[in-house]
């Protein structure tokens, strides 16, 4: 049945009120947008920026913080290859150091072989070479090597004894004391000897308290087959390292 007059009339206000209500809603968004751009603009107006200037300087702030962040990835990257370098320098500097200590054991072998194929350079008979001295791990003790070689063109085999004595200041006095009396590893005044081309004697001297080392007096002899006989005195100094030669 359709509706009539009374009923129209008794919905309109209703219809109006939602009307009322949803015009408010309009004008409020409006208001509010309308203050928030009022609000970016006074902001602008504040900072003494147009709009147009103020979006550019955001991007042109995007693009140096983006040039920033690749610019500190760069220096990561070059300081990686930095230290890798360094690291490879450093190899190559170890290396051509062995290379080096290589060169000069064979340096010091080649000589030590050719004195004794060559005895006219030095003489014929009987020799010594260099005393060397190395400071031992524990205070007082020293390591020594001491090389009997022989000086011929025909090199027979030879035997004999080697004497060592040490001699220095202890308590302001001078006084000297047979290797035995310094070293485990001597029985005795005298070590024996038994070569054809060269012998090394090795071995660790222990120094008693207060002992100044200041000369060291070695006498290497043979009796057998022939009697020879050399002396060499050595002023006490230390070595970095024993030589490549009687090895």
């Not at 150091?97 to 010091?108: G, S, V």
């Amino acid at each position: 049945m359709a509706a009539g007059p009374a009923d129209y009339r008794g919905r309109q206000p209703g219809g109006r009120r939602r009307l009322l209500v949803a015009a408010v809603a309009l004008l409020v968004a409006a208001a509010l947008c309308a203050g928030y751009y009022l609000g970016q603009y006074a902001a602008y107006q504040g900072m003494g920026a147009k709009p147009k200037s103020y979006r550019a300087m955001q991007a042109q702030l995007l693009e140096l913080r983006g040039a920033l962040v690749e610019r500190d990835t760069q220096l990561e990257i070059q300081a990686t290859r930095h230290e890798v370098d360094r690291h490879a320098l450093e190899l190559v500097r170890r290396d051509m150091a062995a290379q080096q200590e290589q060169i000069t054991a064979l340096e010091e072998g080649l000589a030590f072989y050719r004195s004794l194929i060559s005895p006219e350079e030095l003489g014929a008979g009987l020799g010594l070479r260099e005393l060397e001295l190395l400071a031992g791990d524990a205070p007082g003790t020293y390591l020594f090597r001491i090389v009997v070689q022989q000086e011929a063109r025909k090199h027979e085999l030879l035997e004999g004894r080697l004497q060592v004595t040490l001699a220095g200041q202890l308590g302001g006095e001078q006084v000297e004391y047979p290797l035995g009396q310094l070293s485990d590893e001597v029985e005795g005044d005298s070590l024996a000897l038994k070569f054809r081309y060269f012998q090394a004697v090795e071995g660790t001297i222990t120094l008693p308290e207060g002992f100044e080392p200041e000369v060291v007096t070695v006498v290497a002899s043979t009796s057998e087959p022939h009697k020879l006989e050399v002396t060499k005195q050595y002023s006490w100094q230390l070595d970095e390292r024993f030589t490549h030669v009687g090895k």
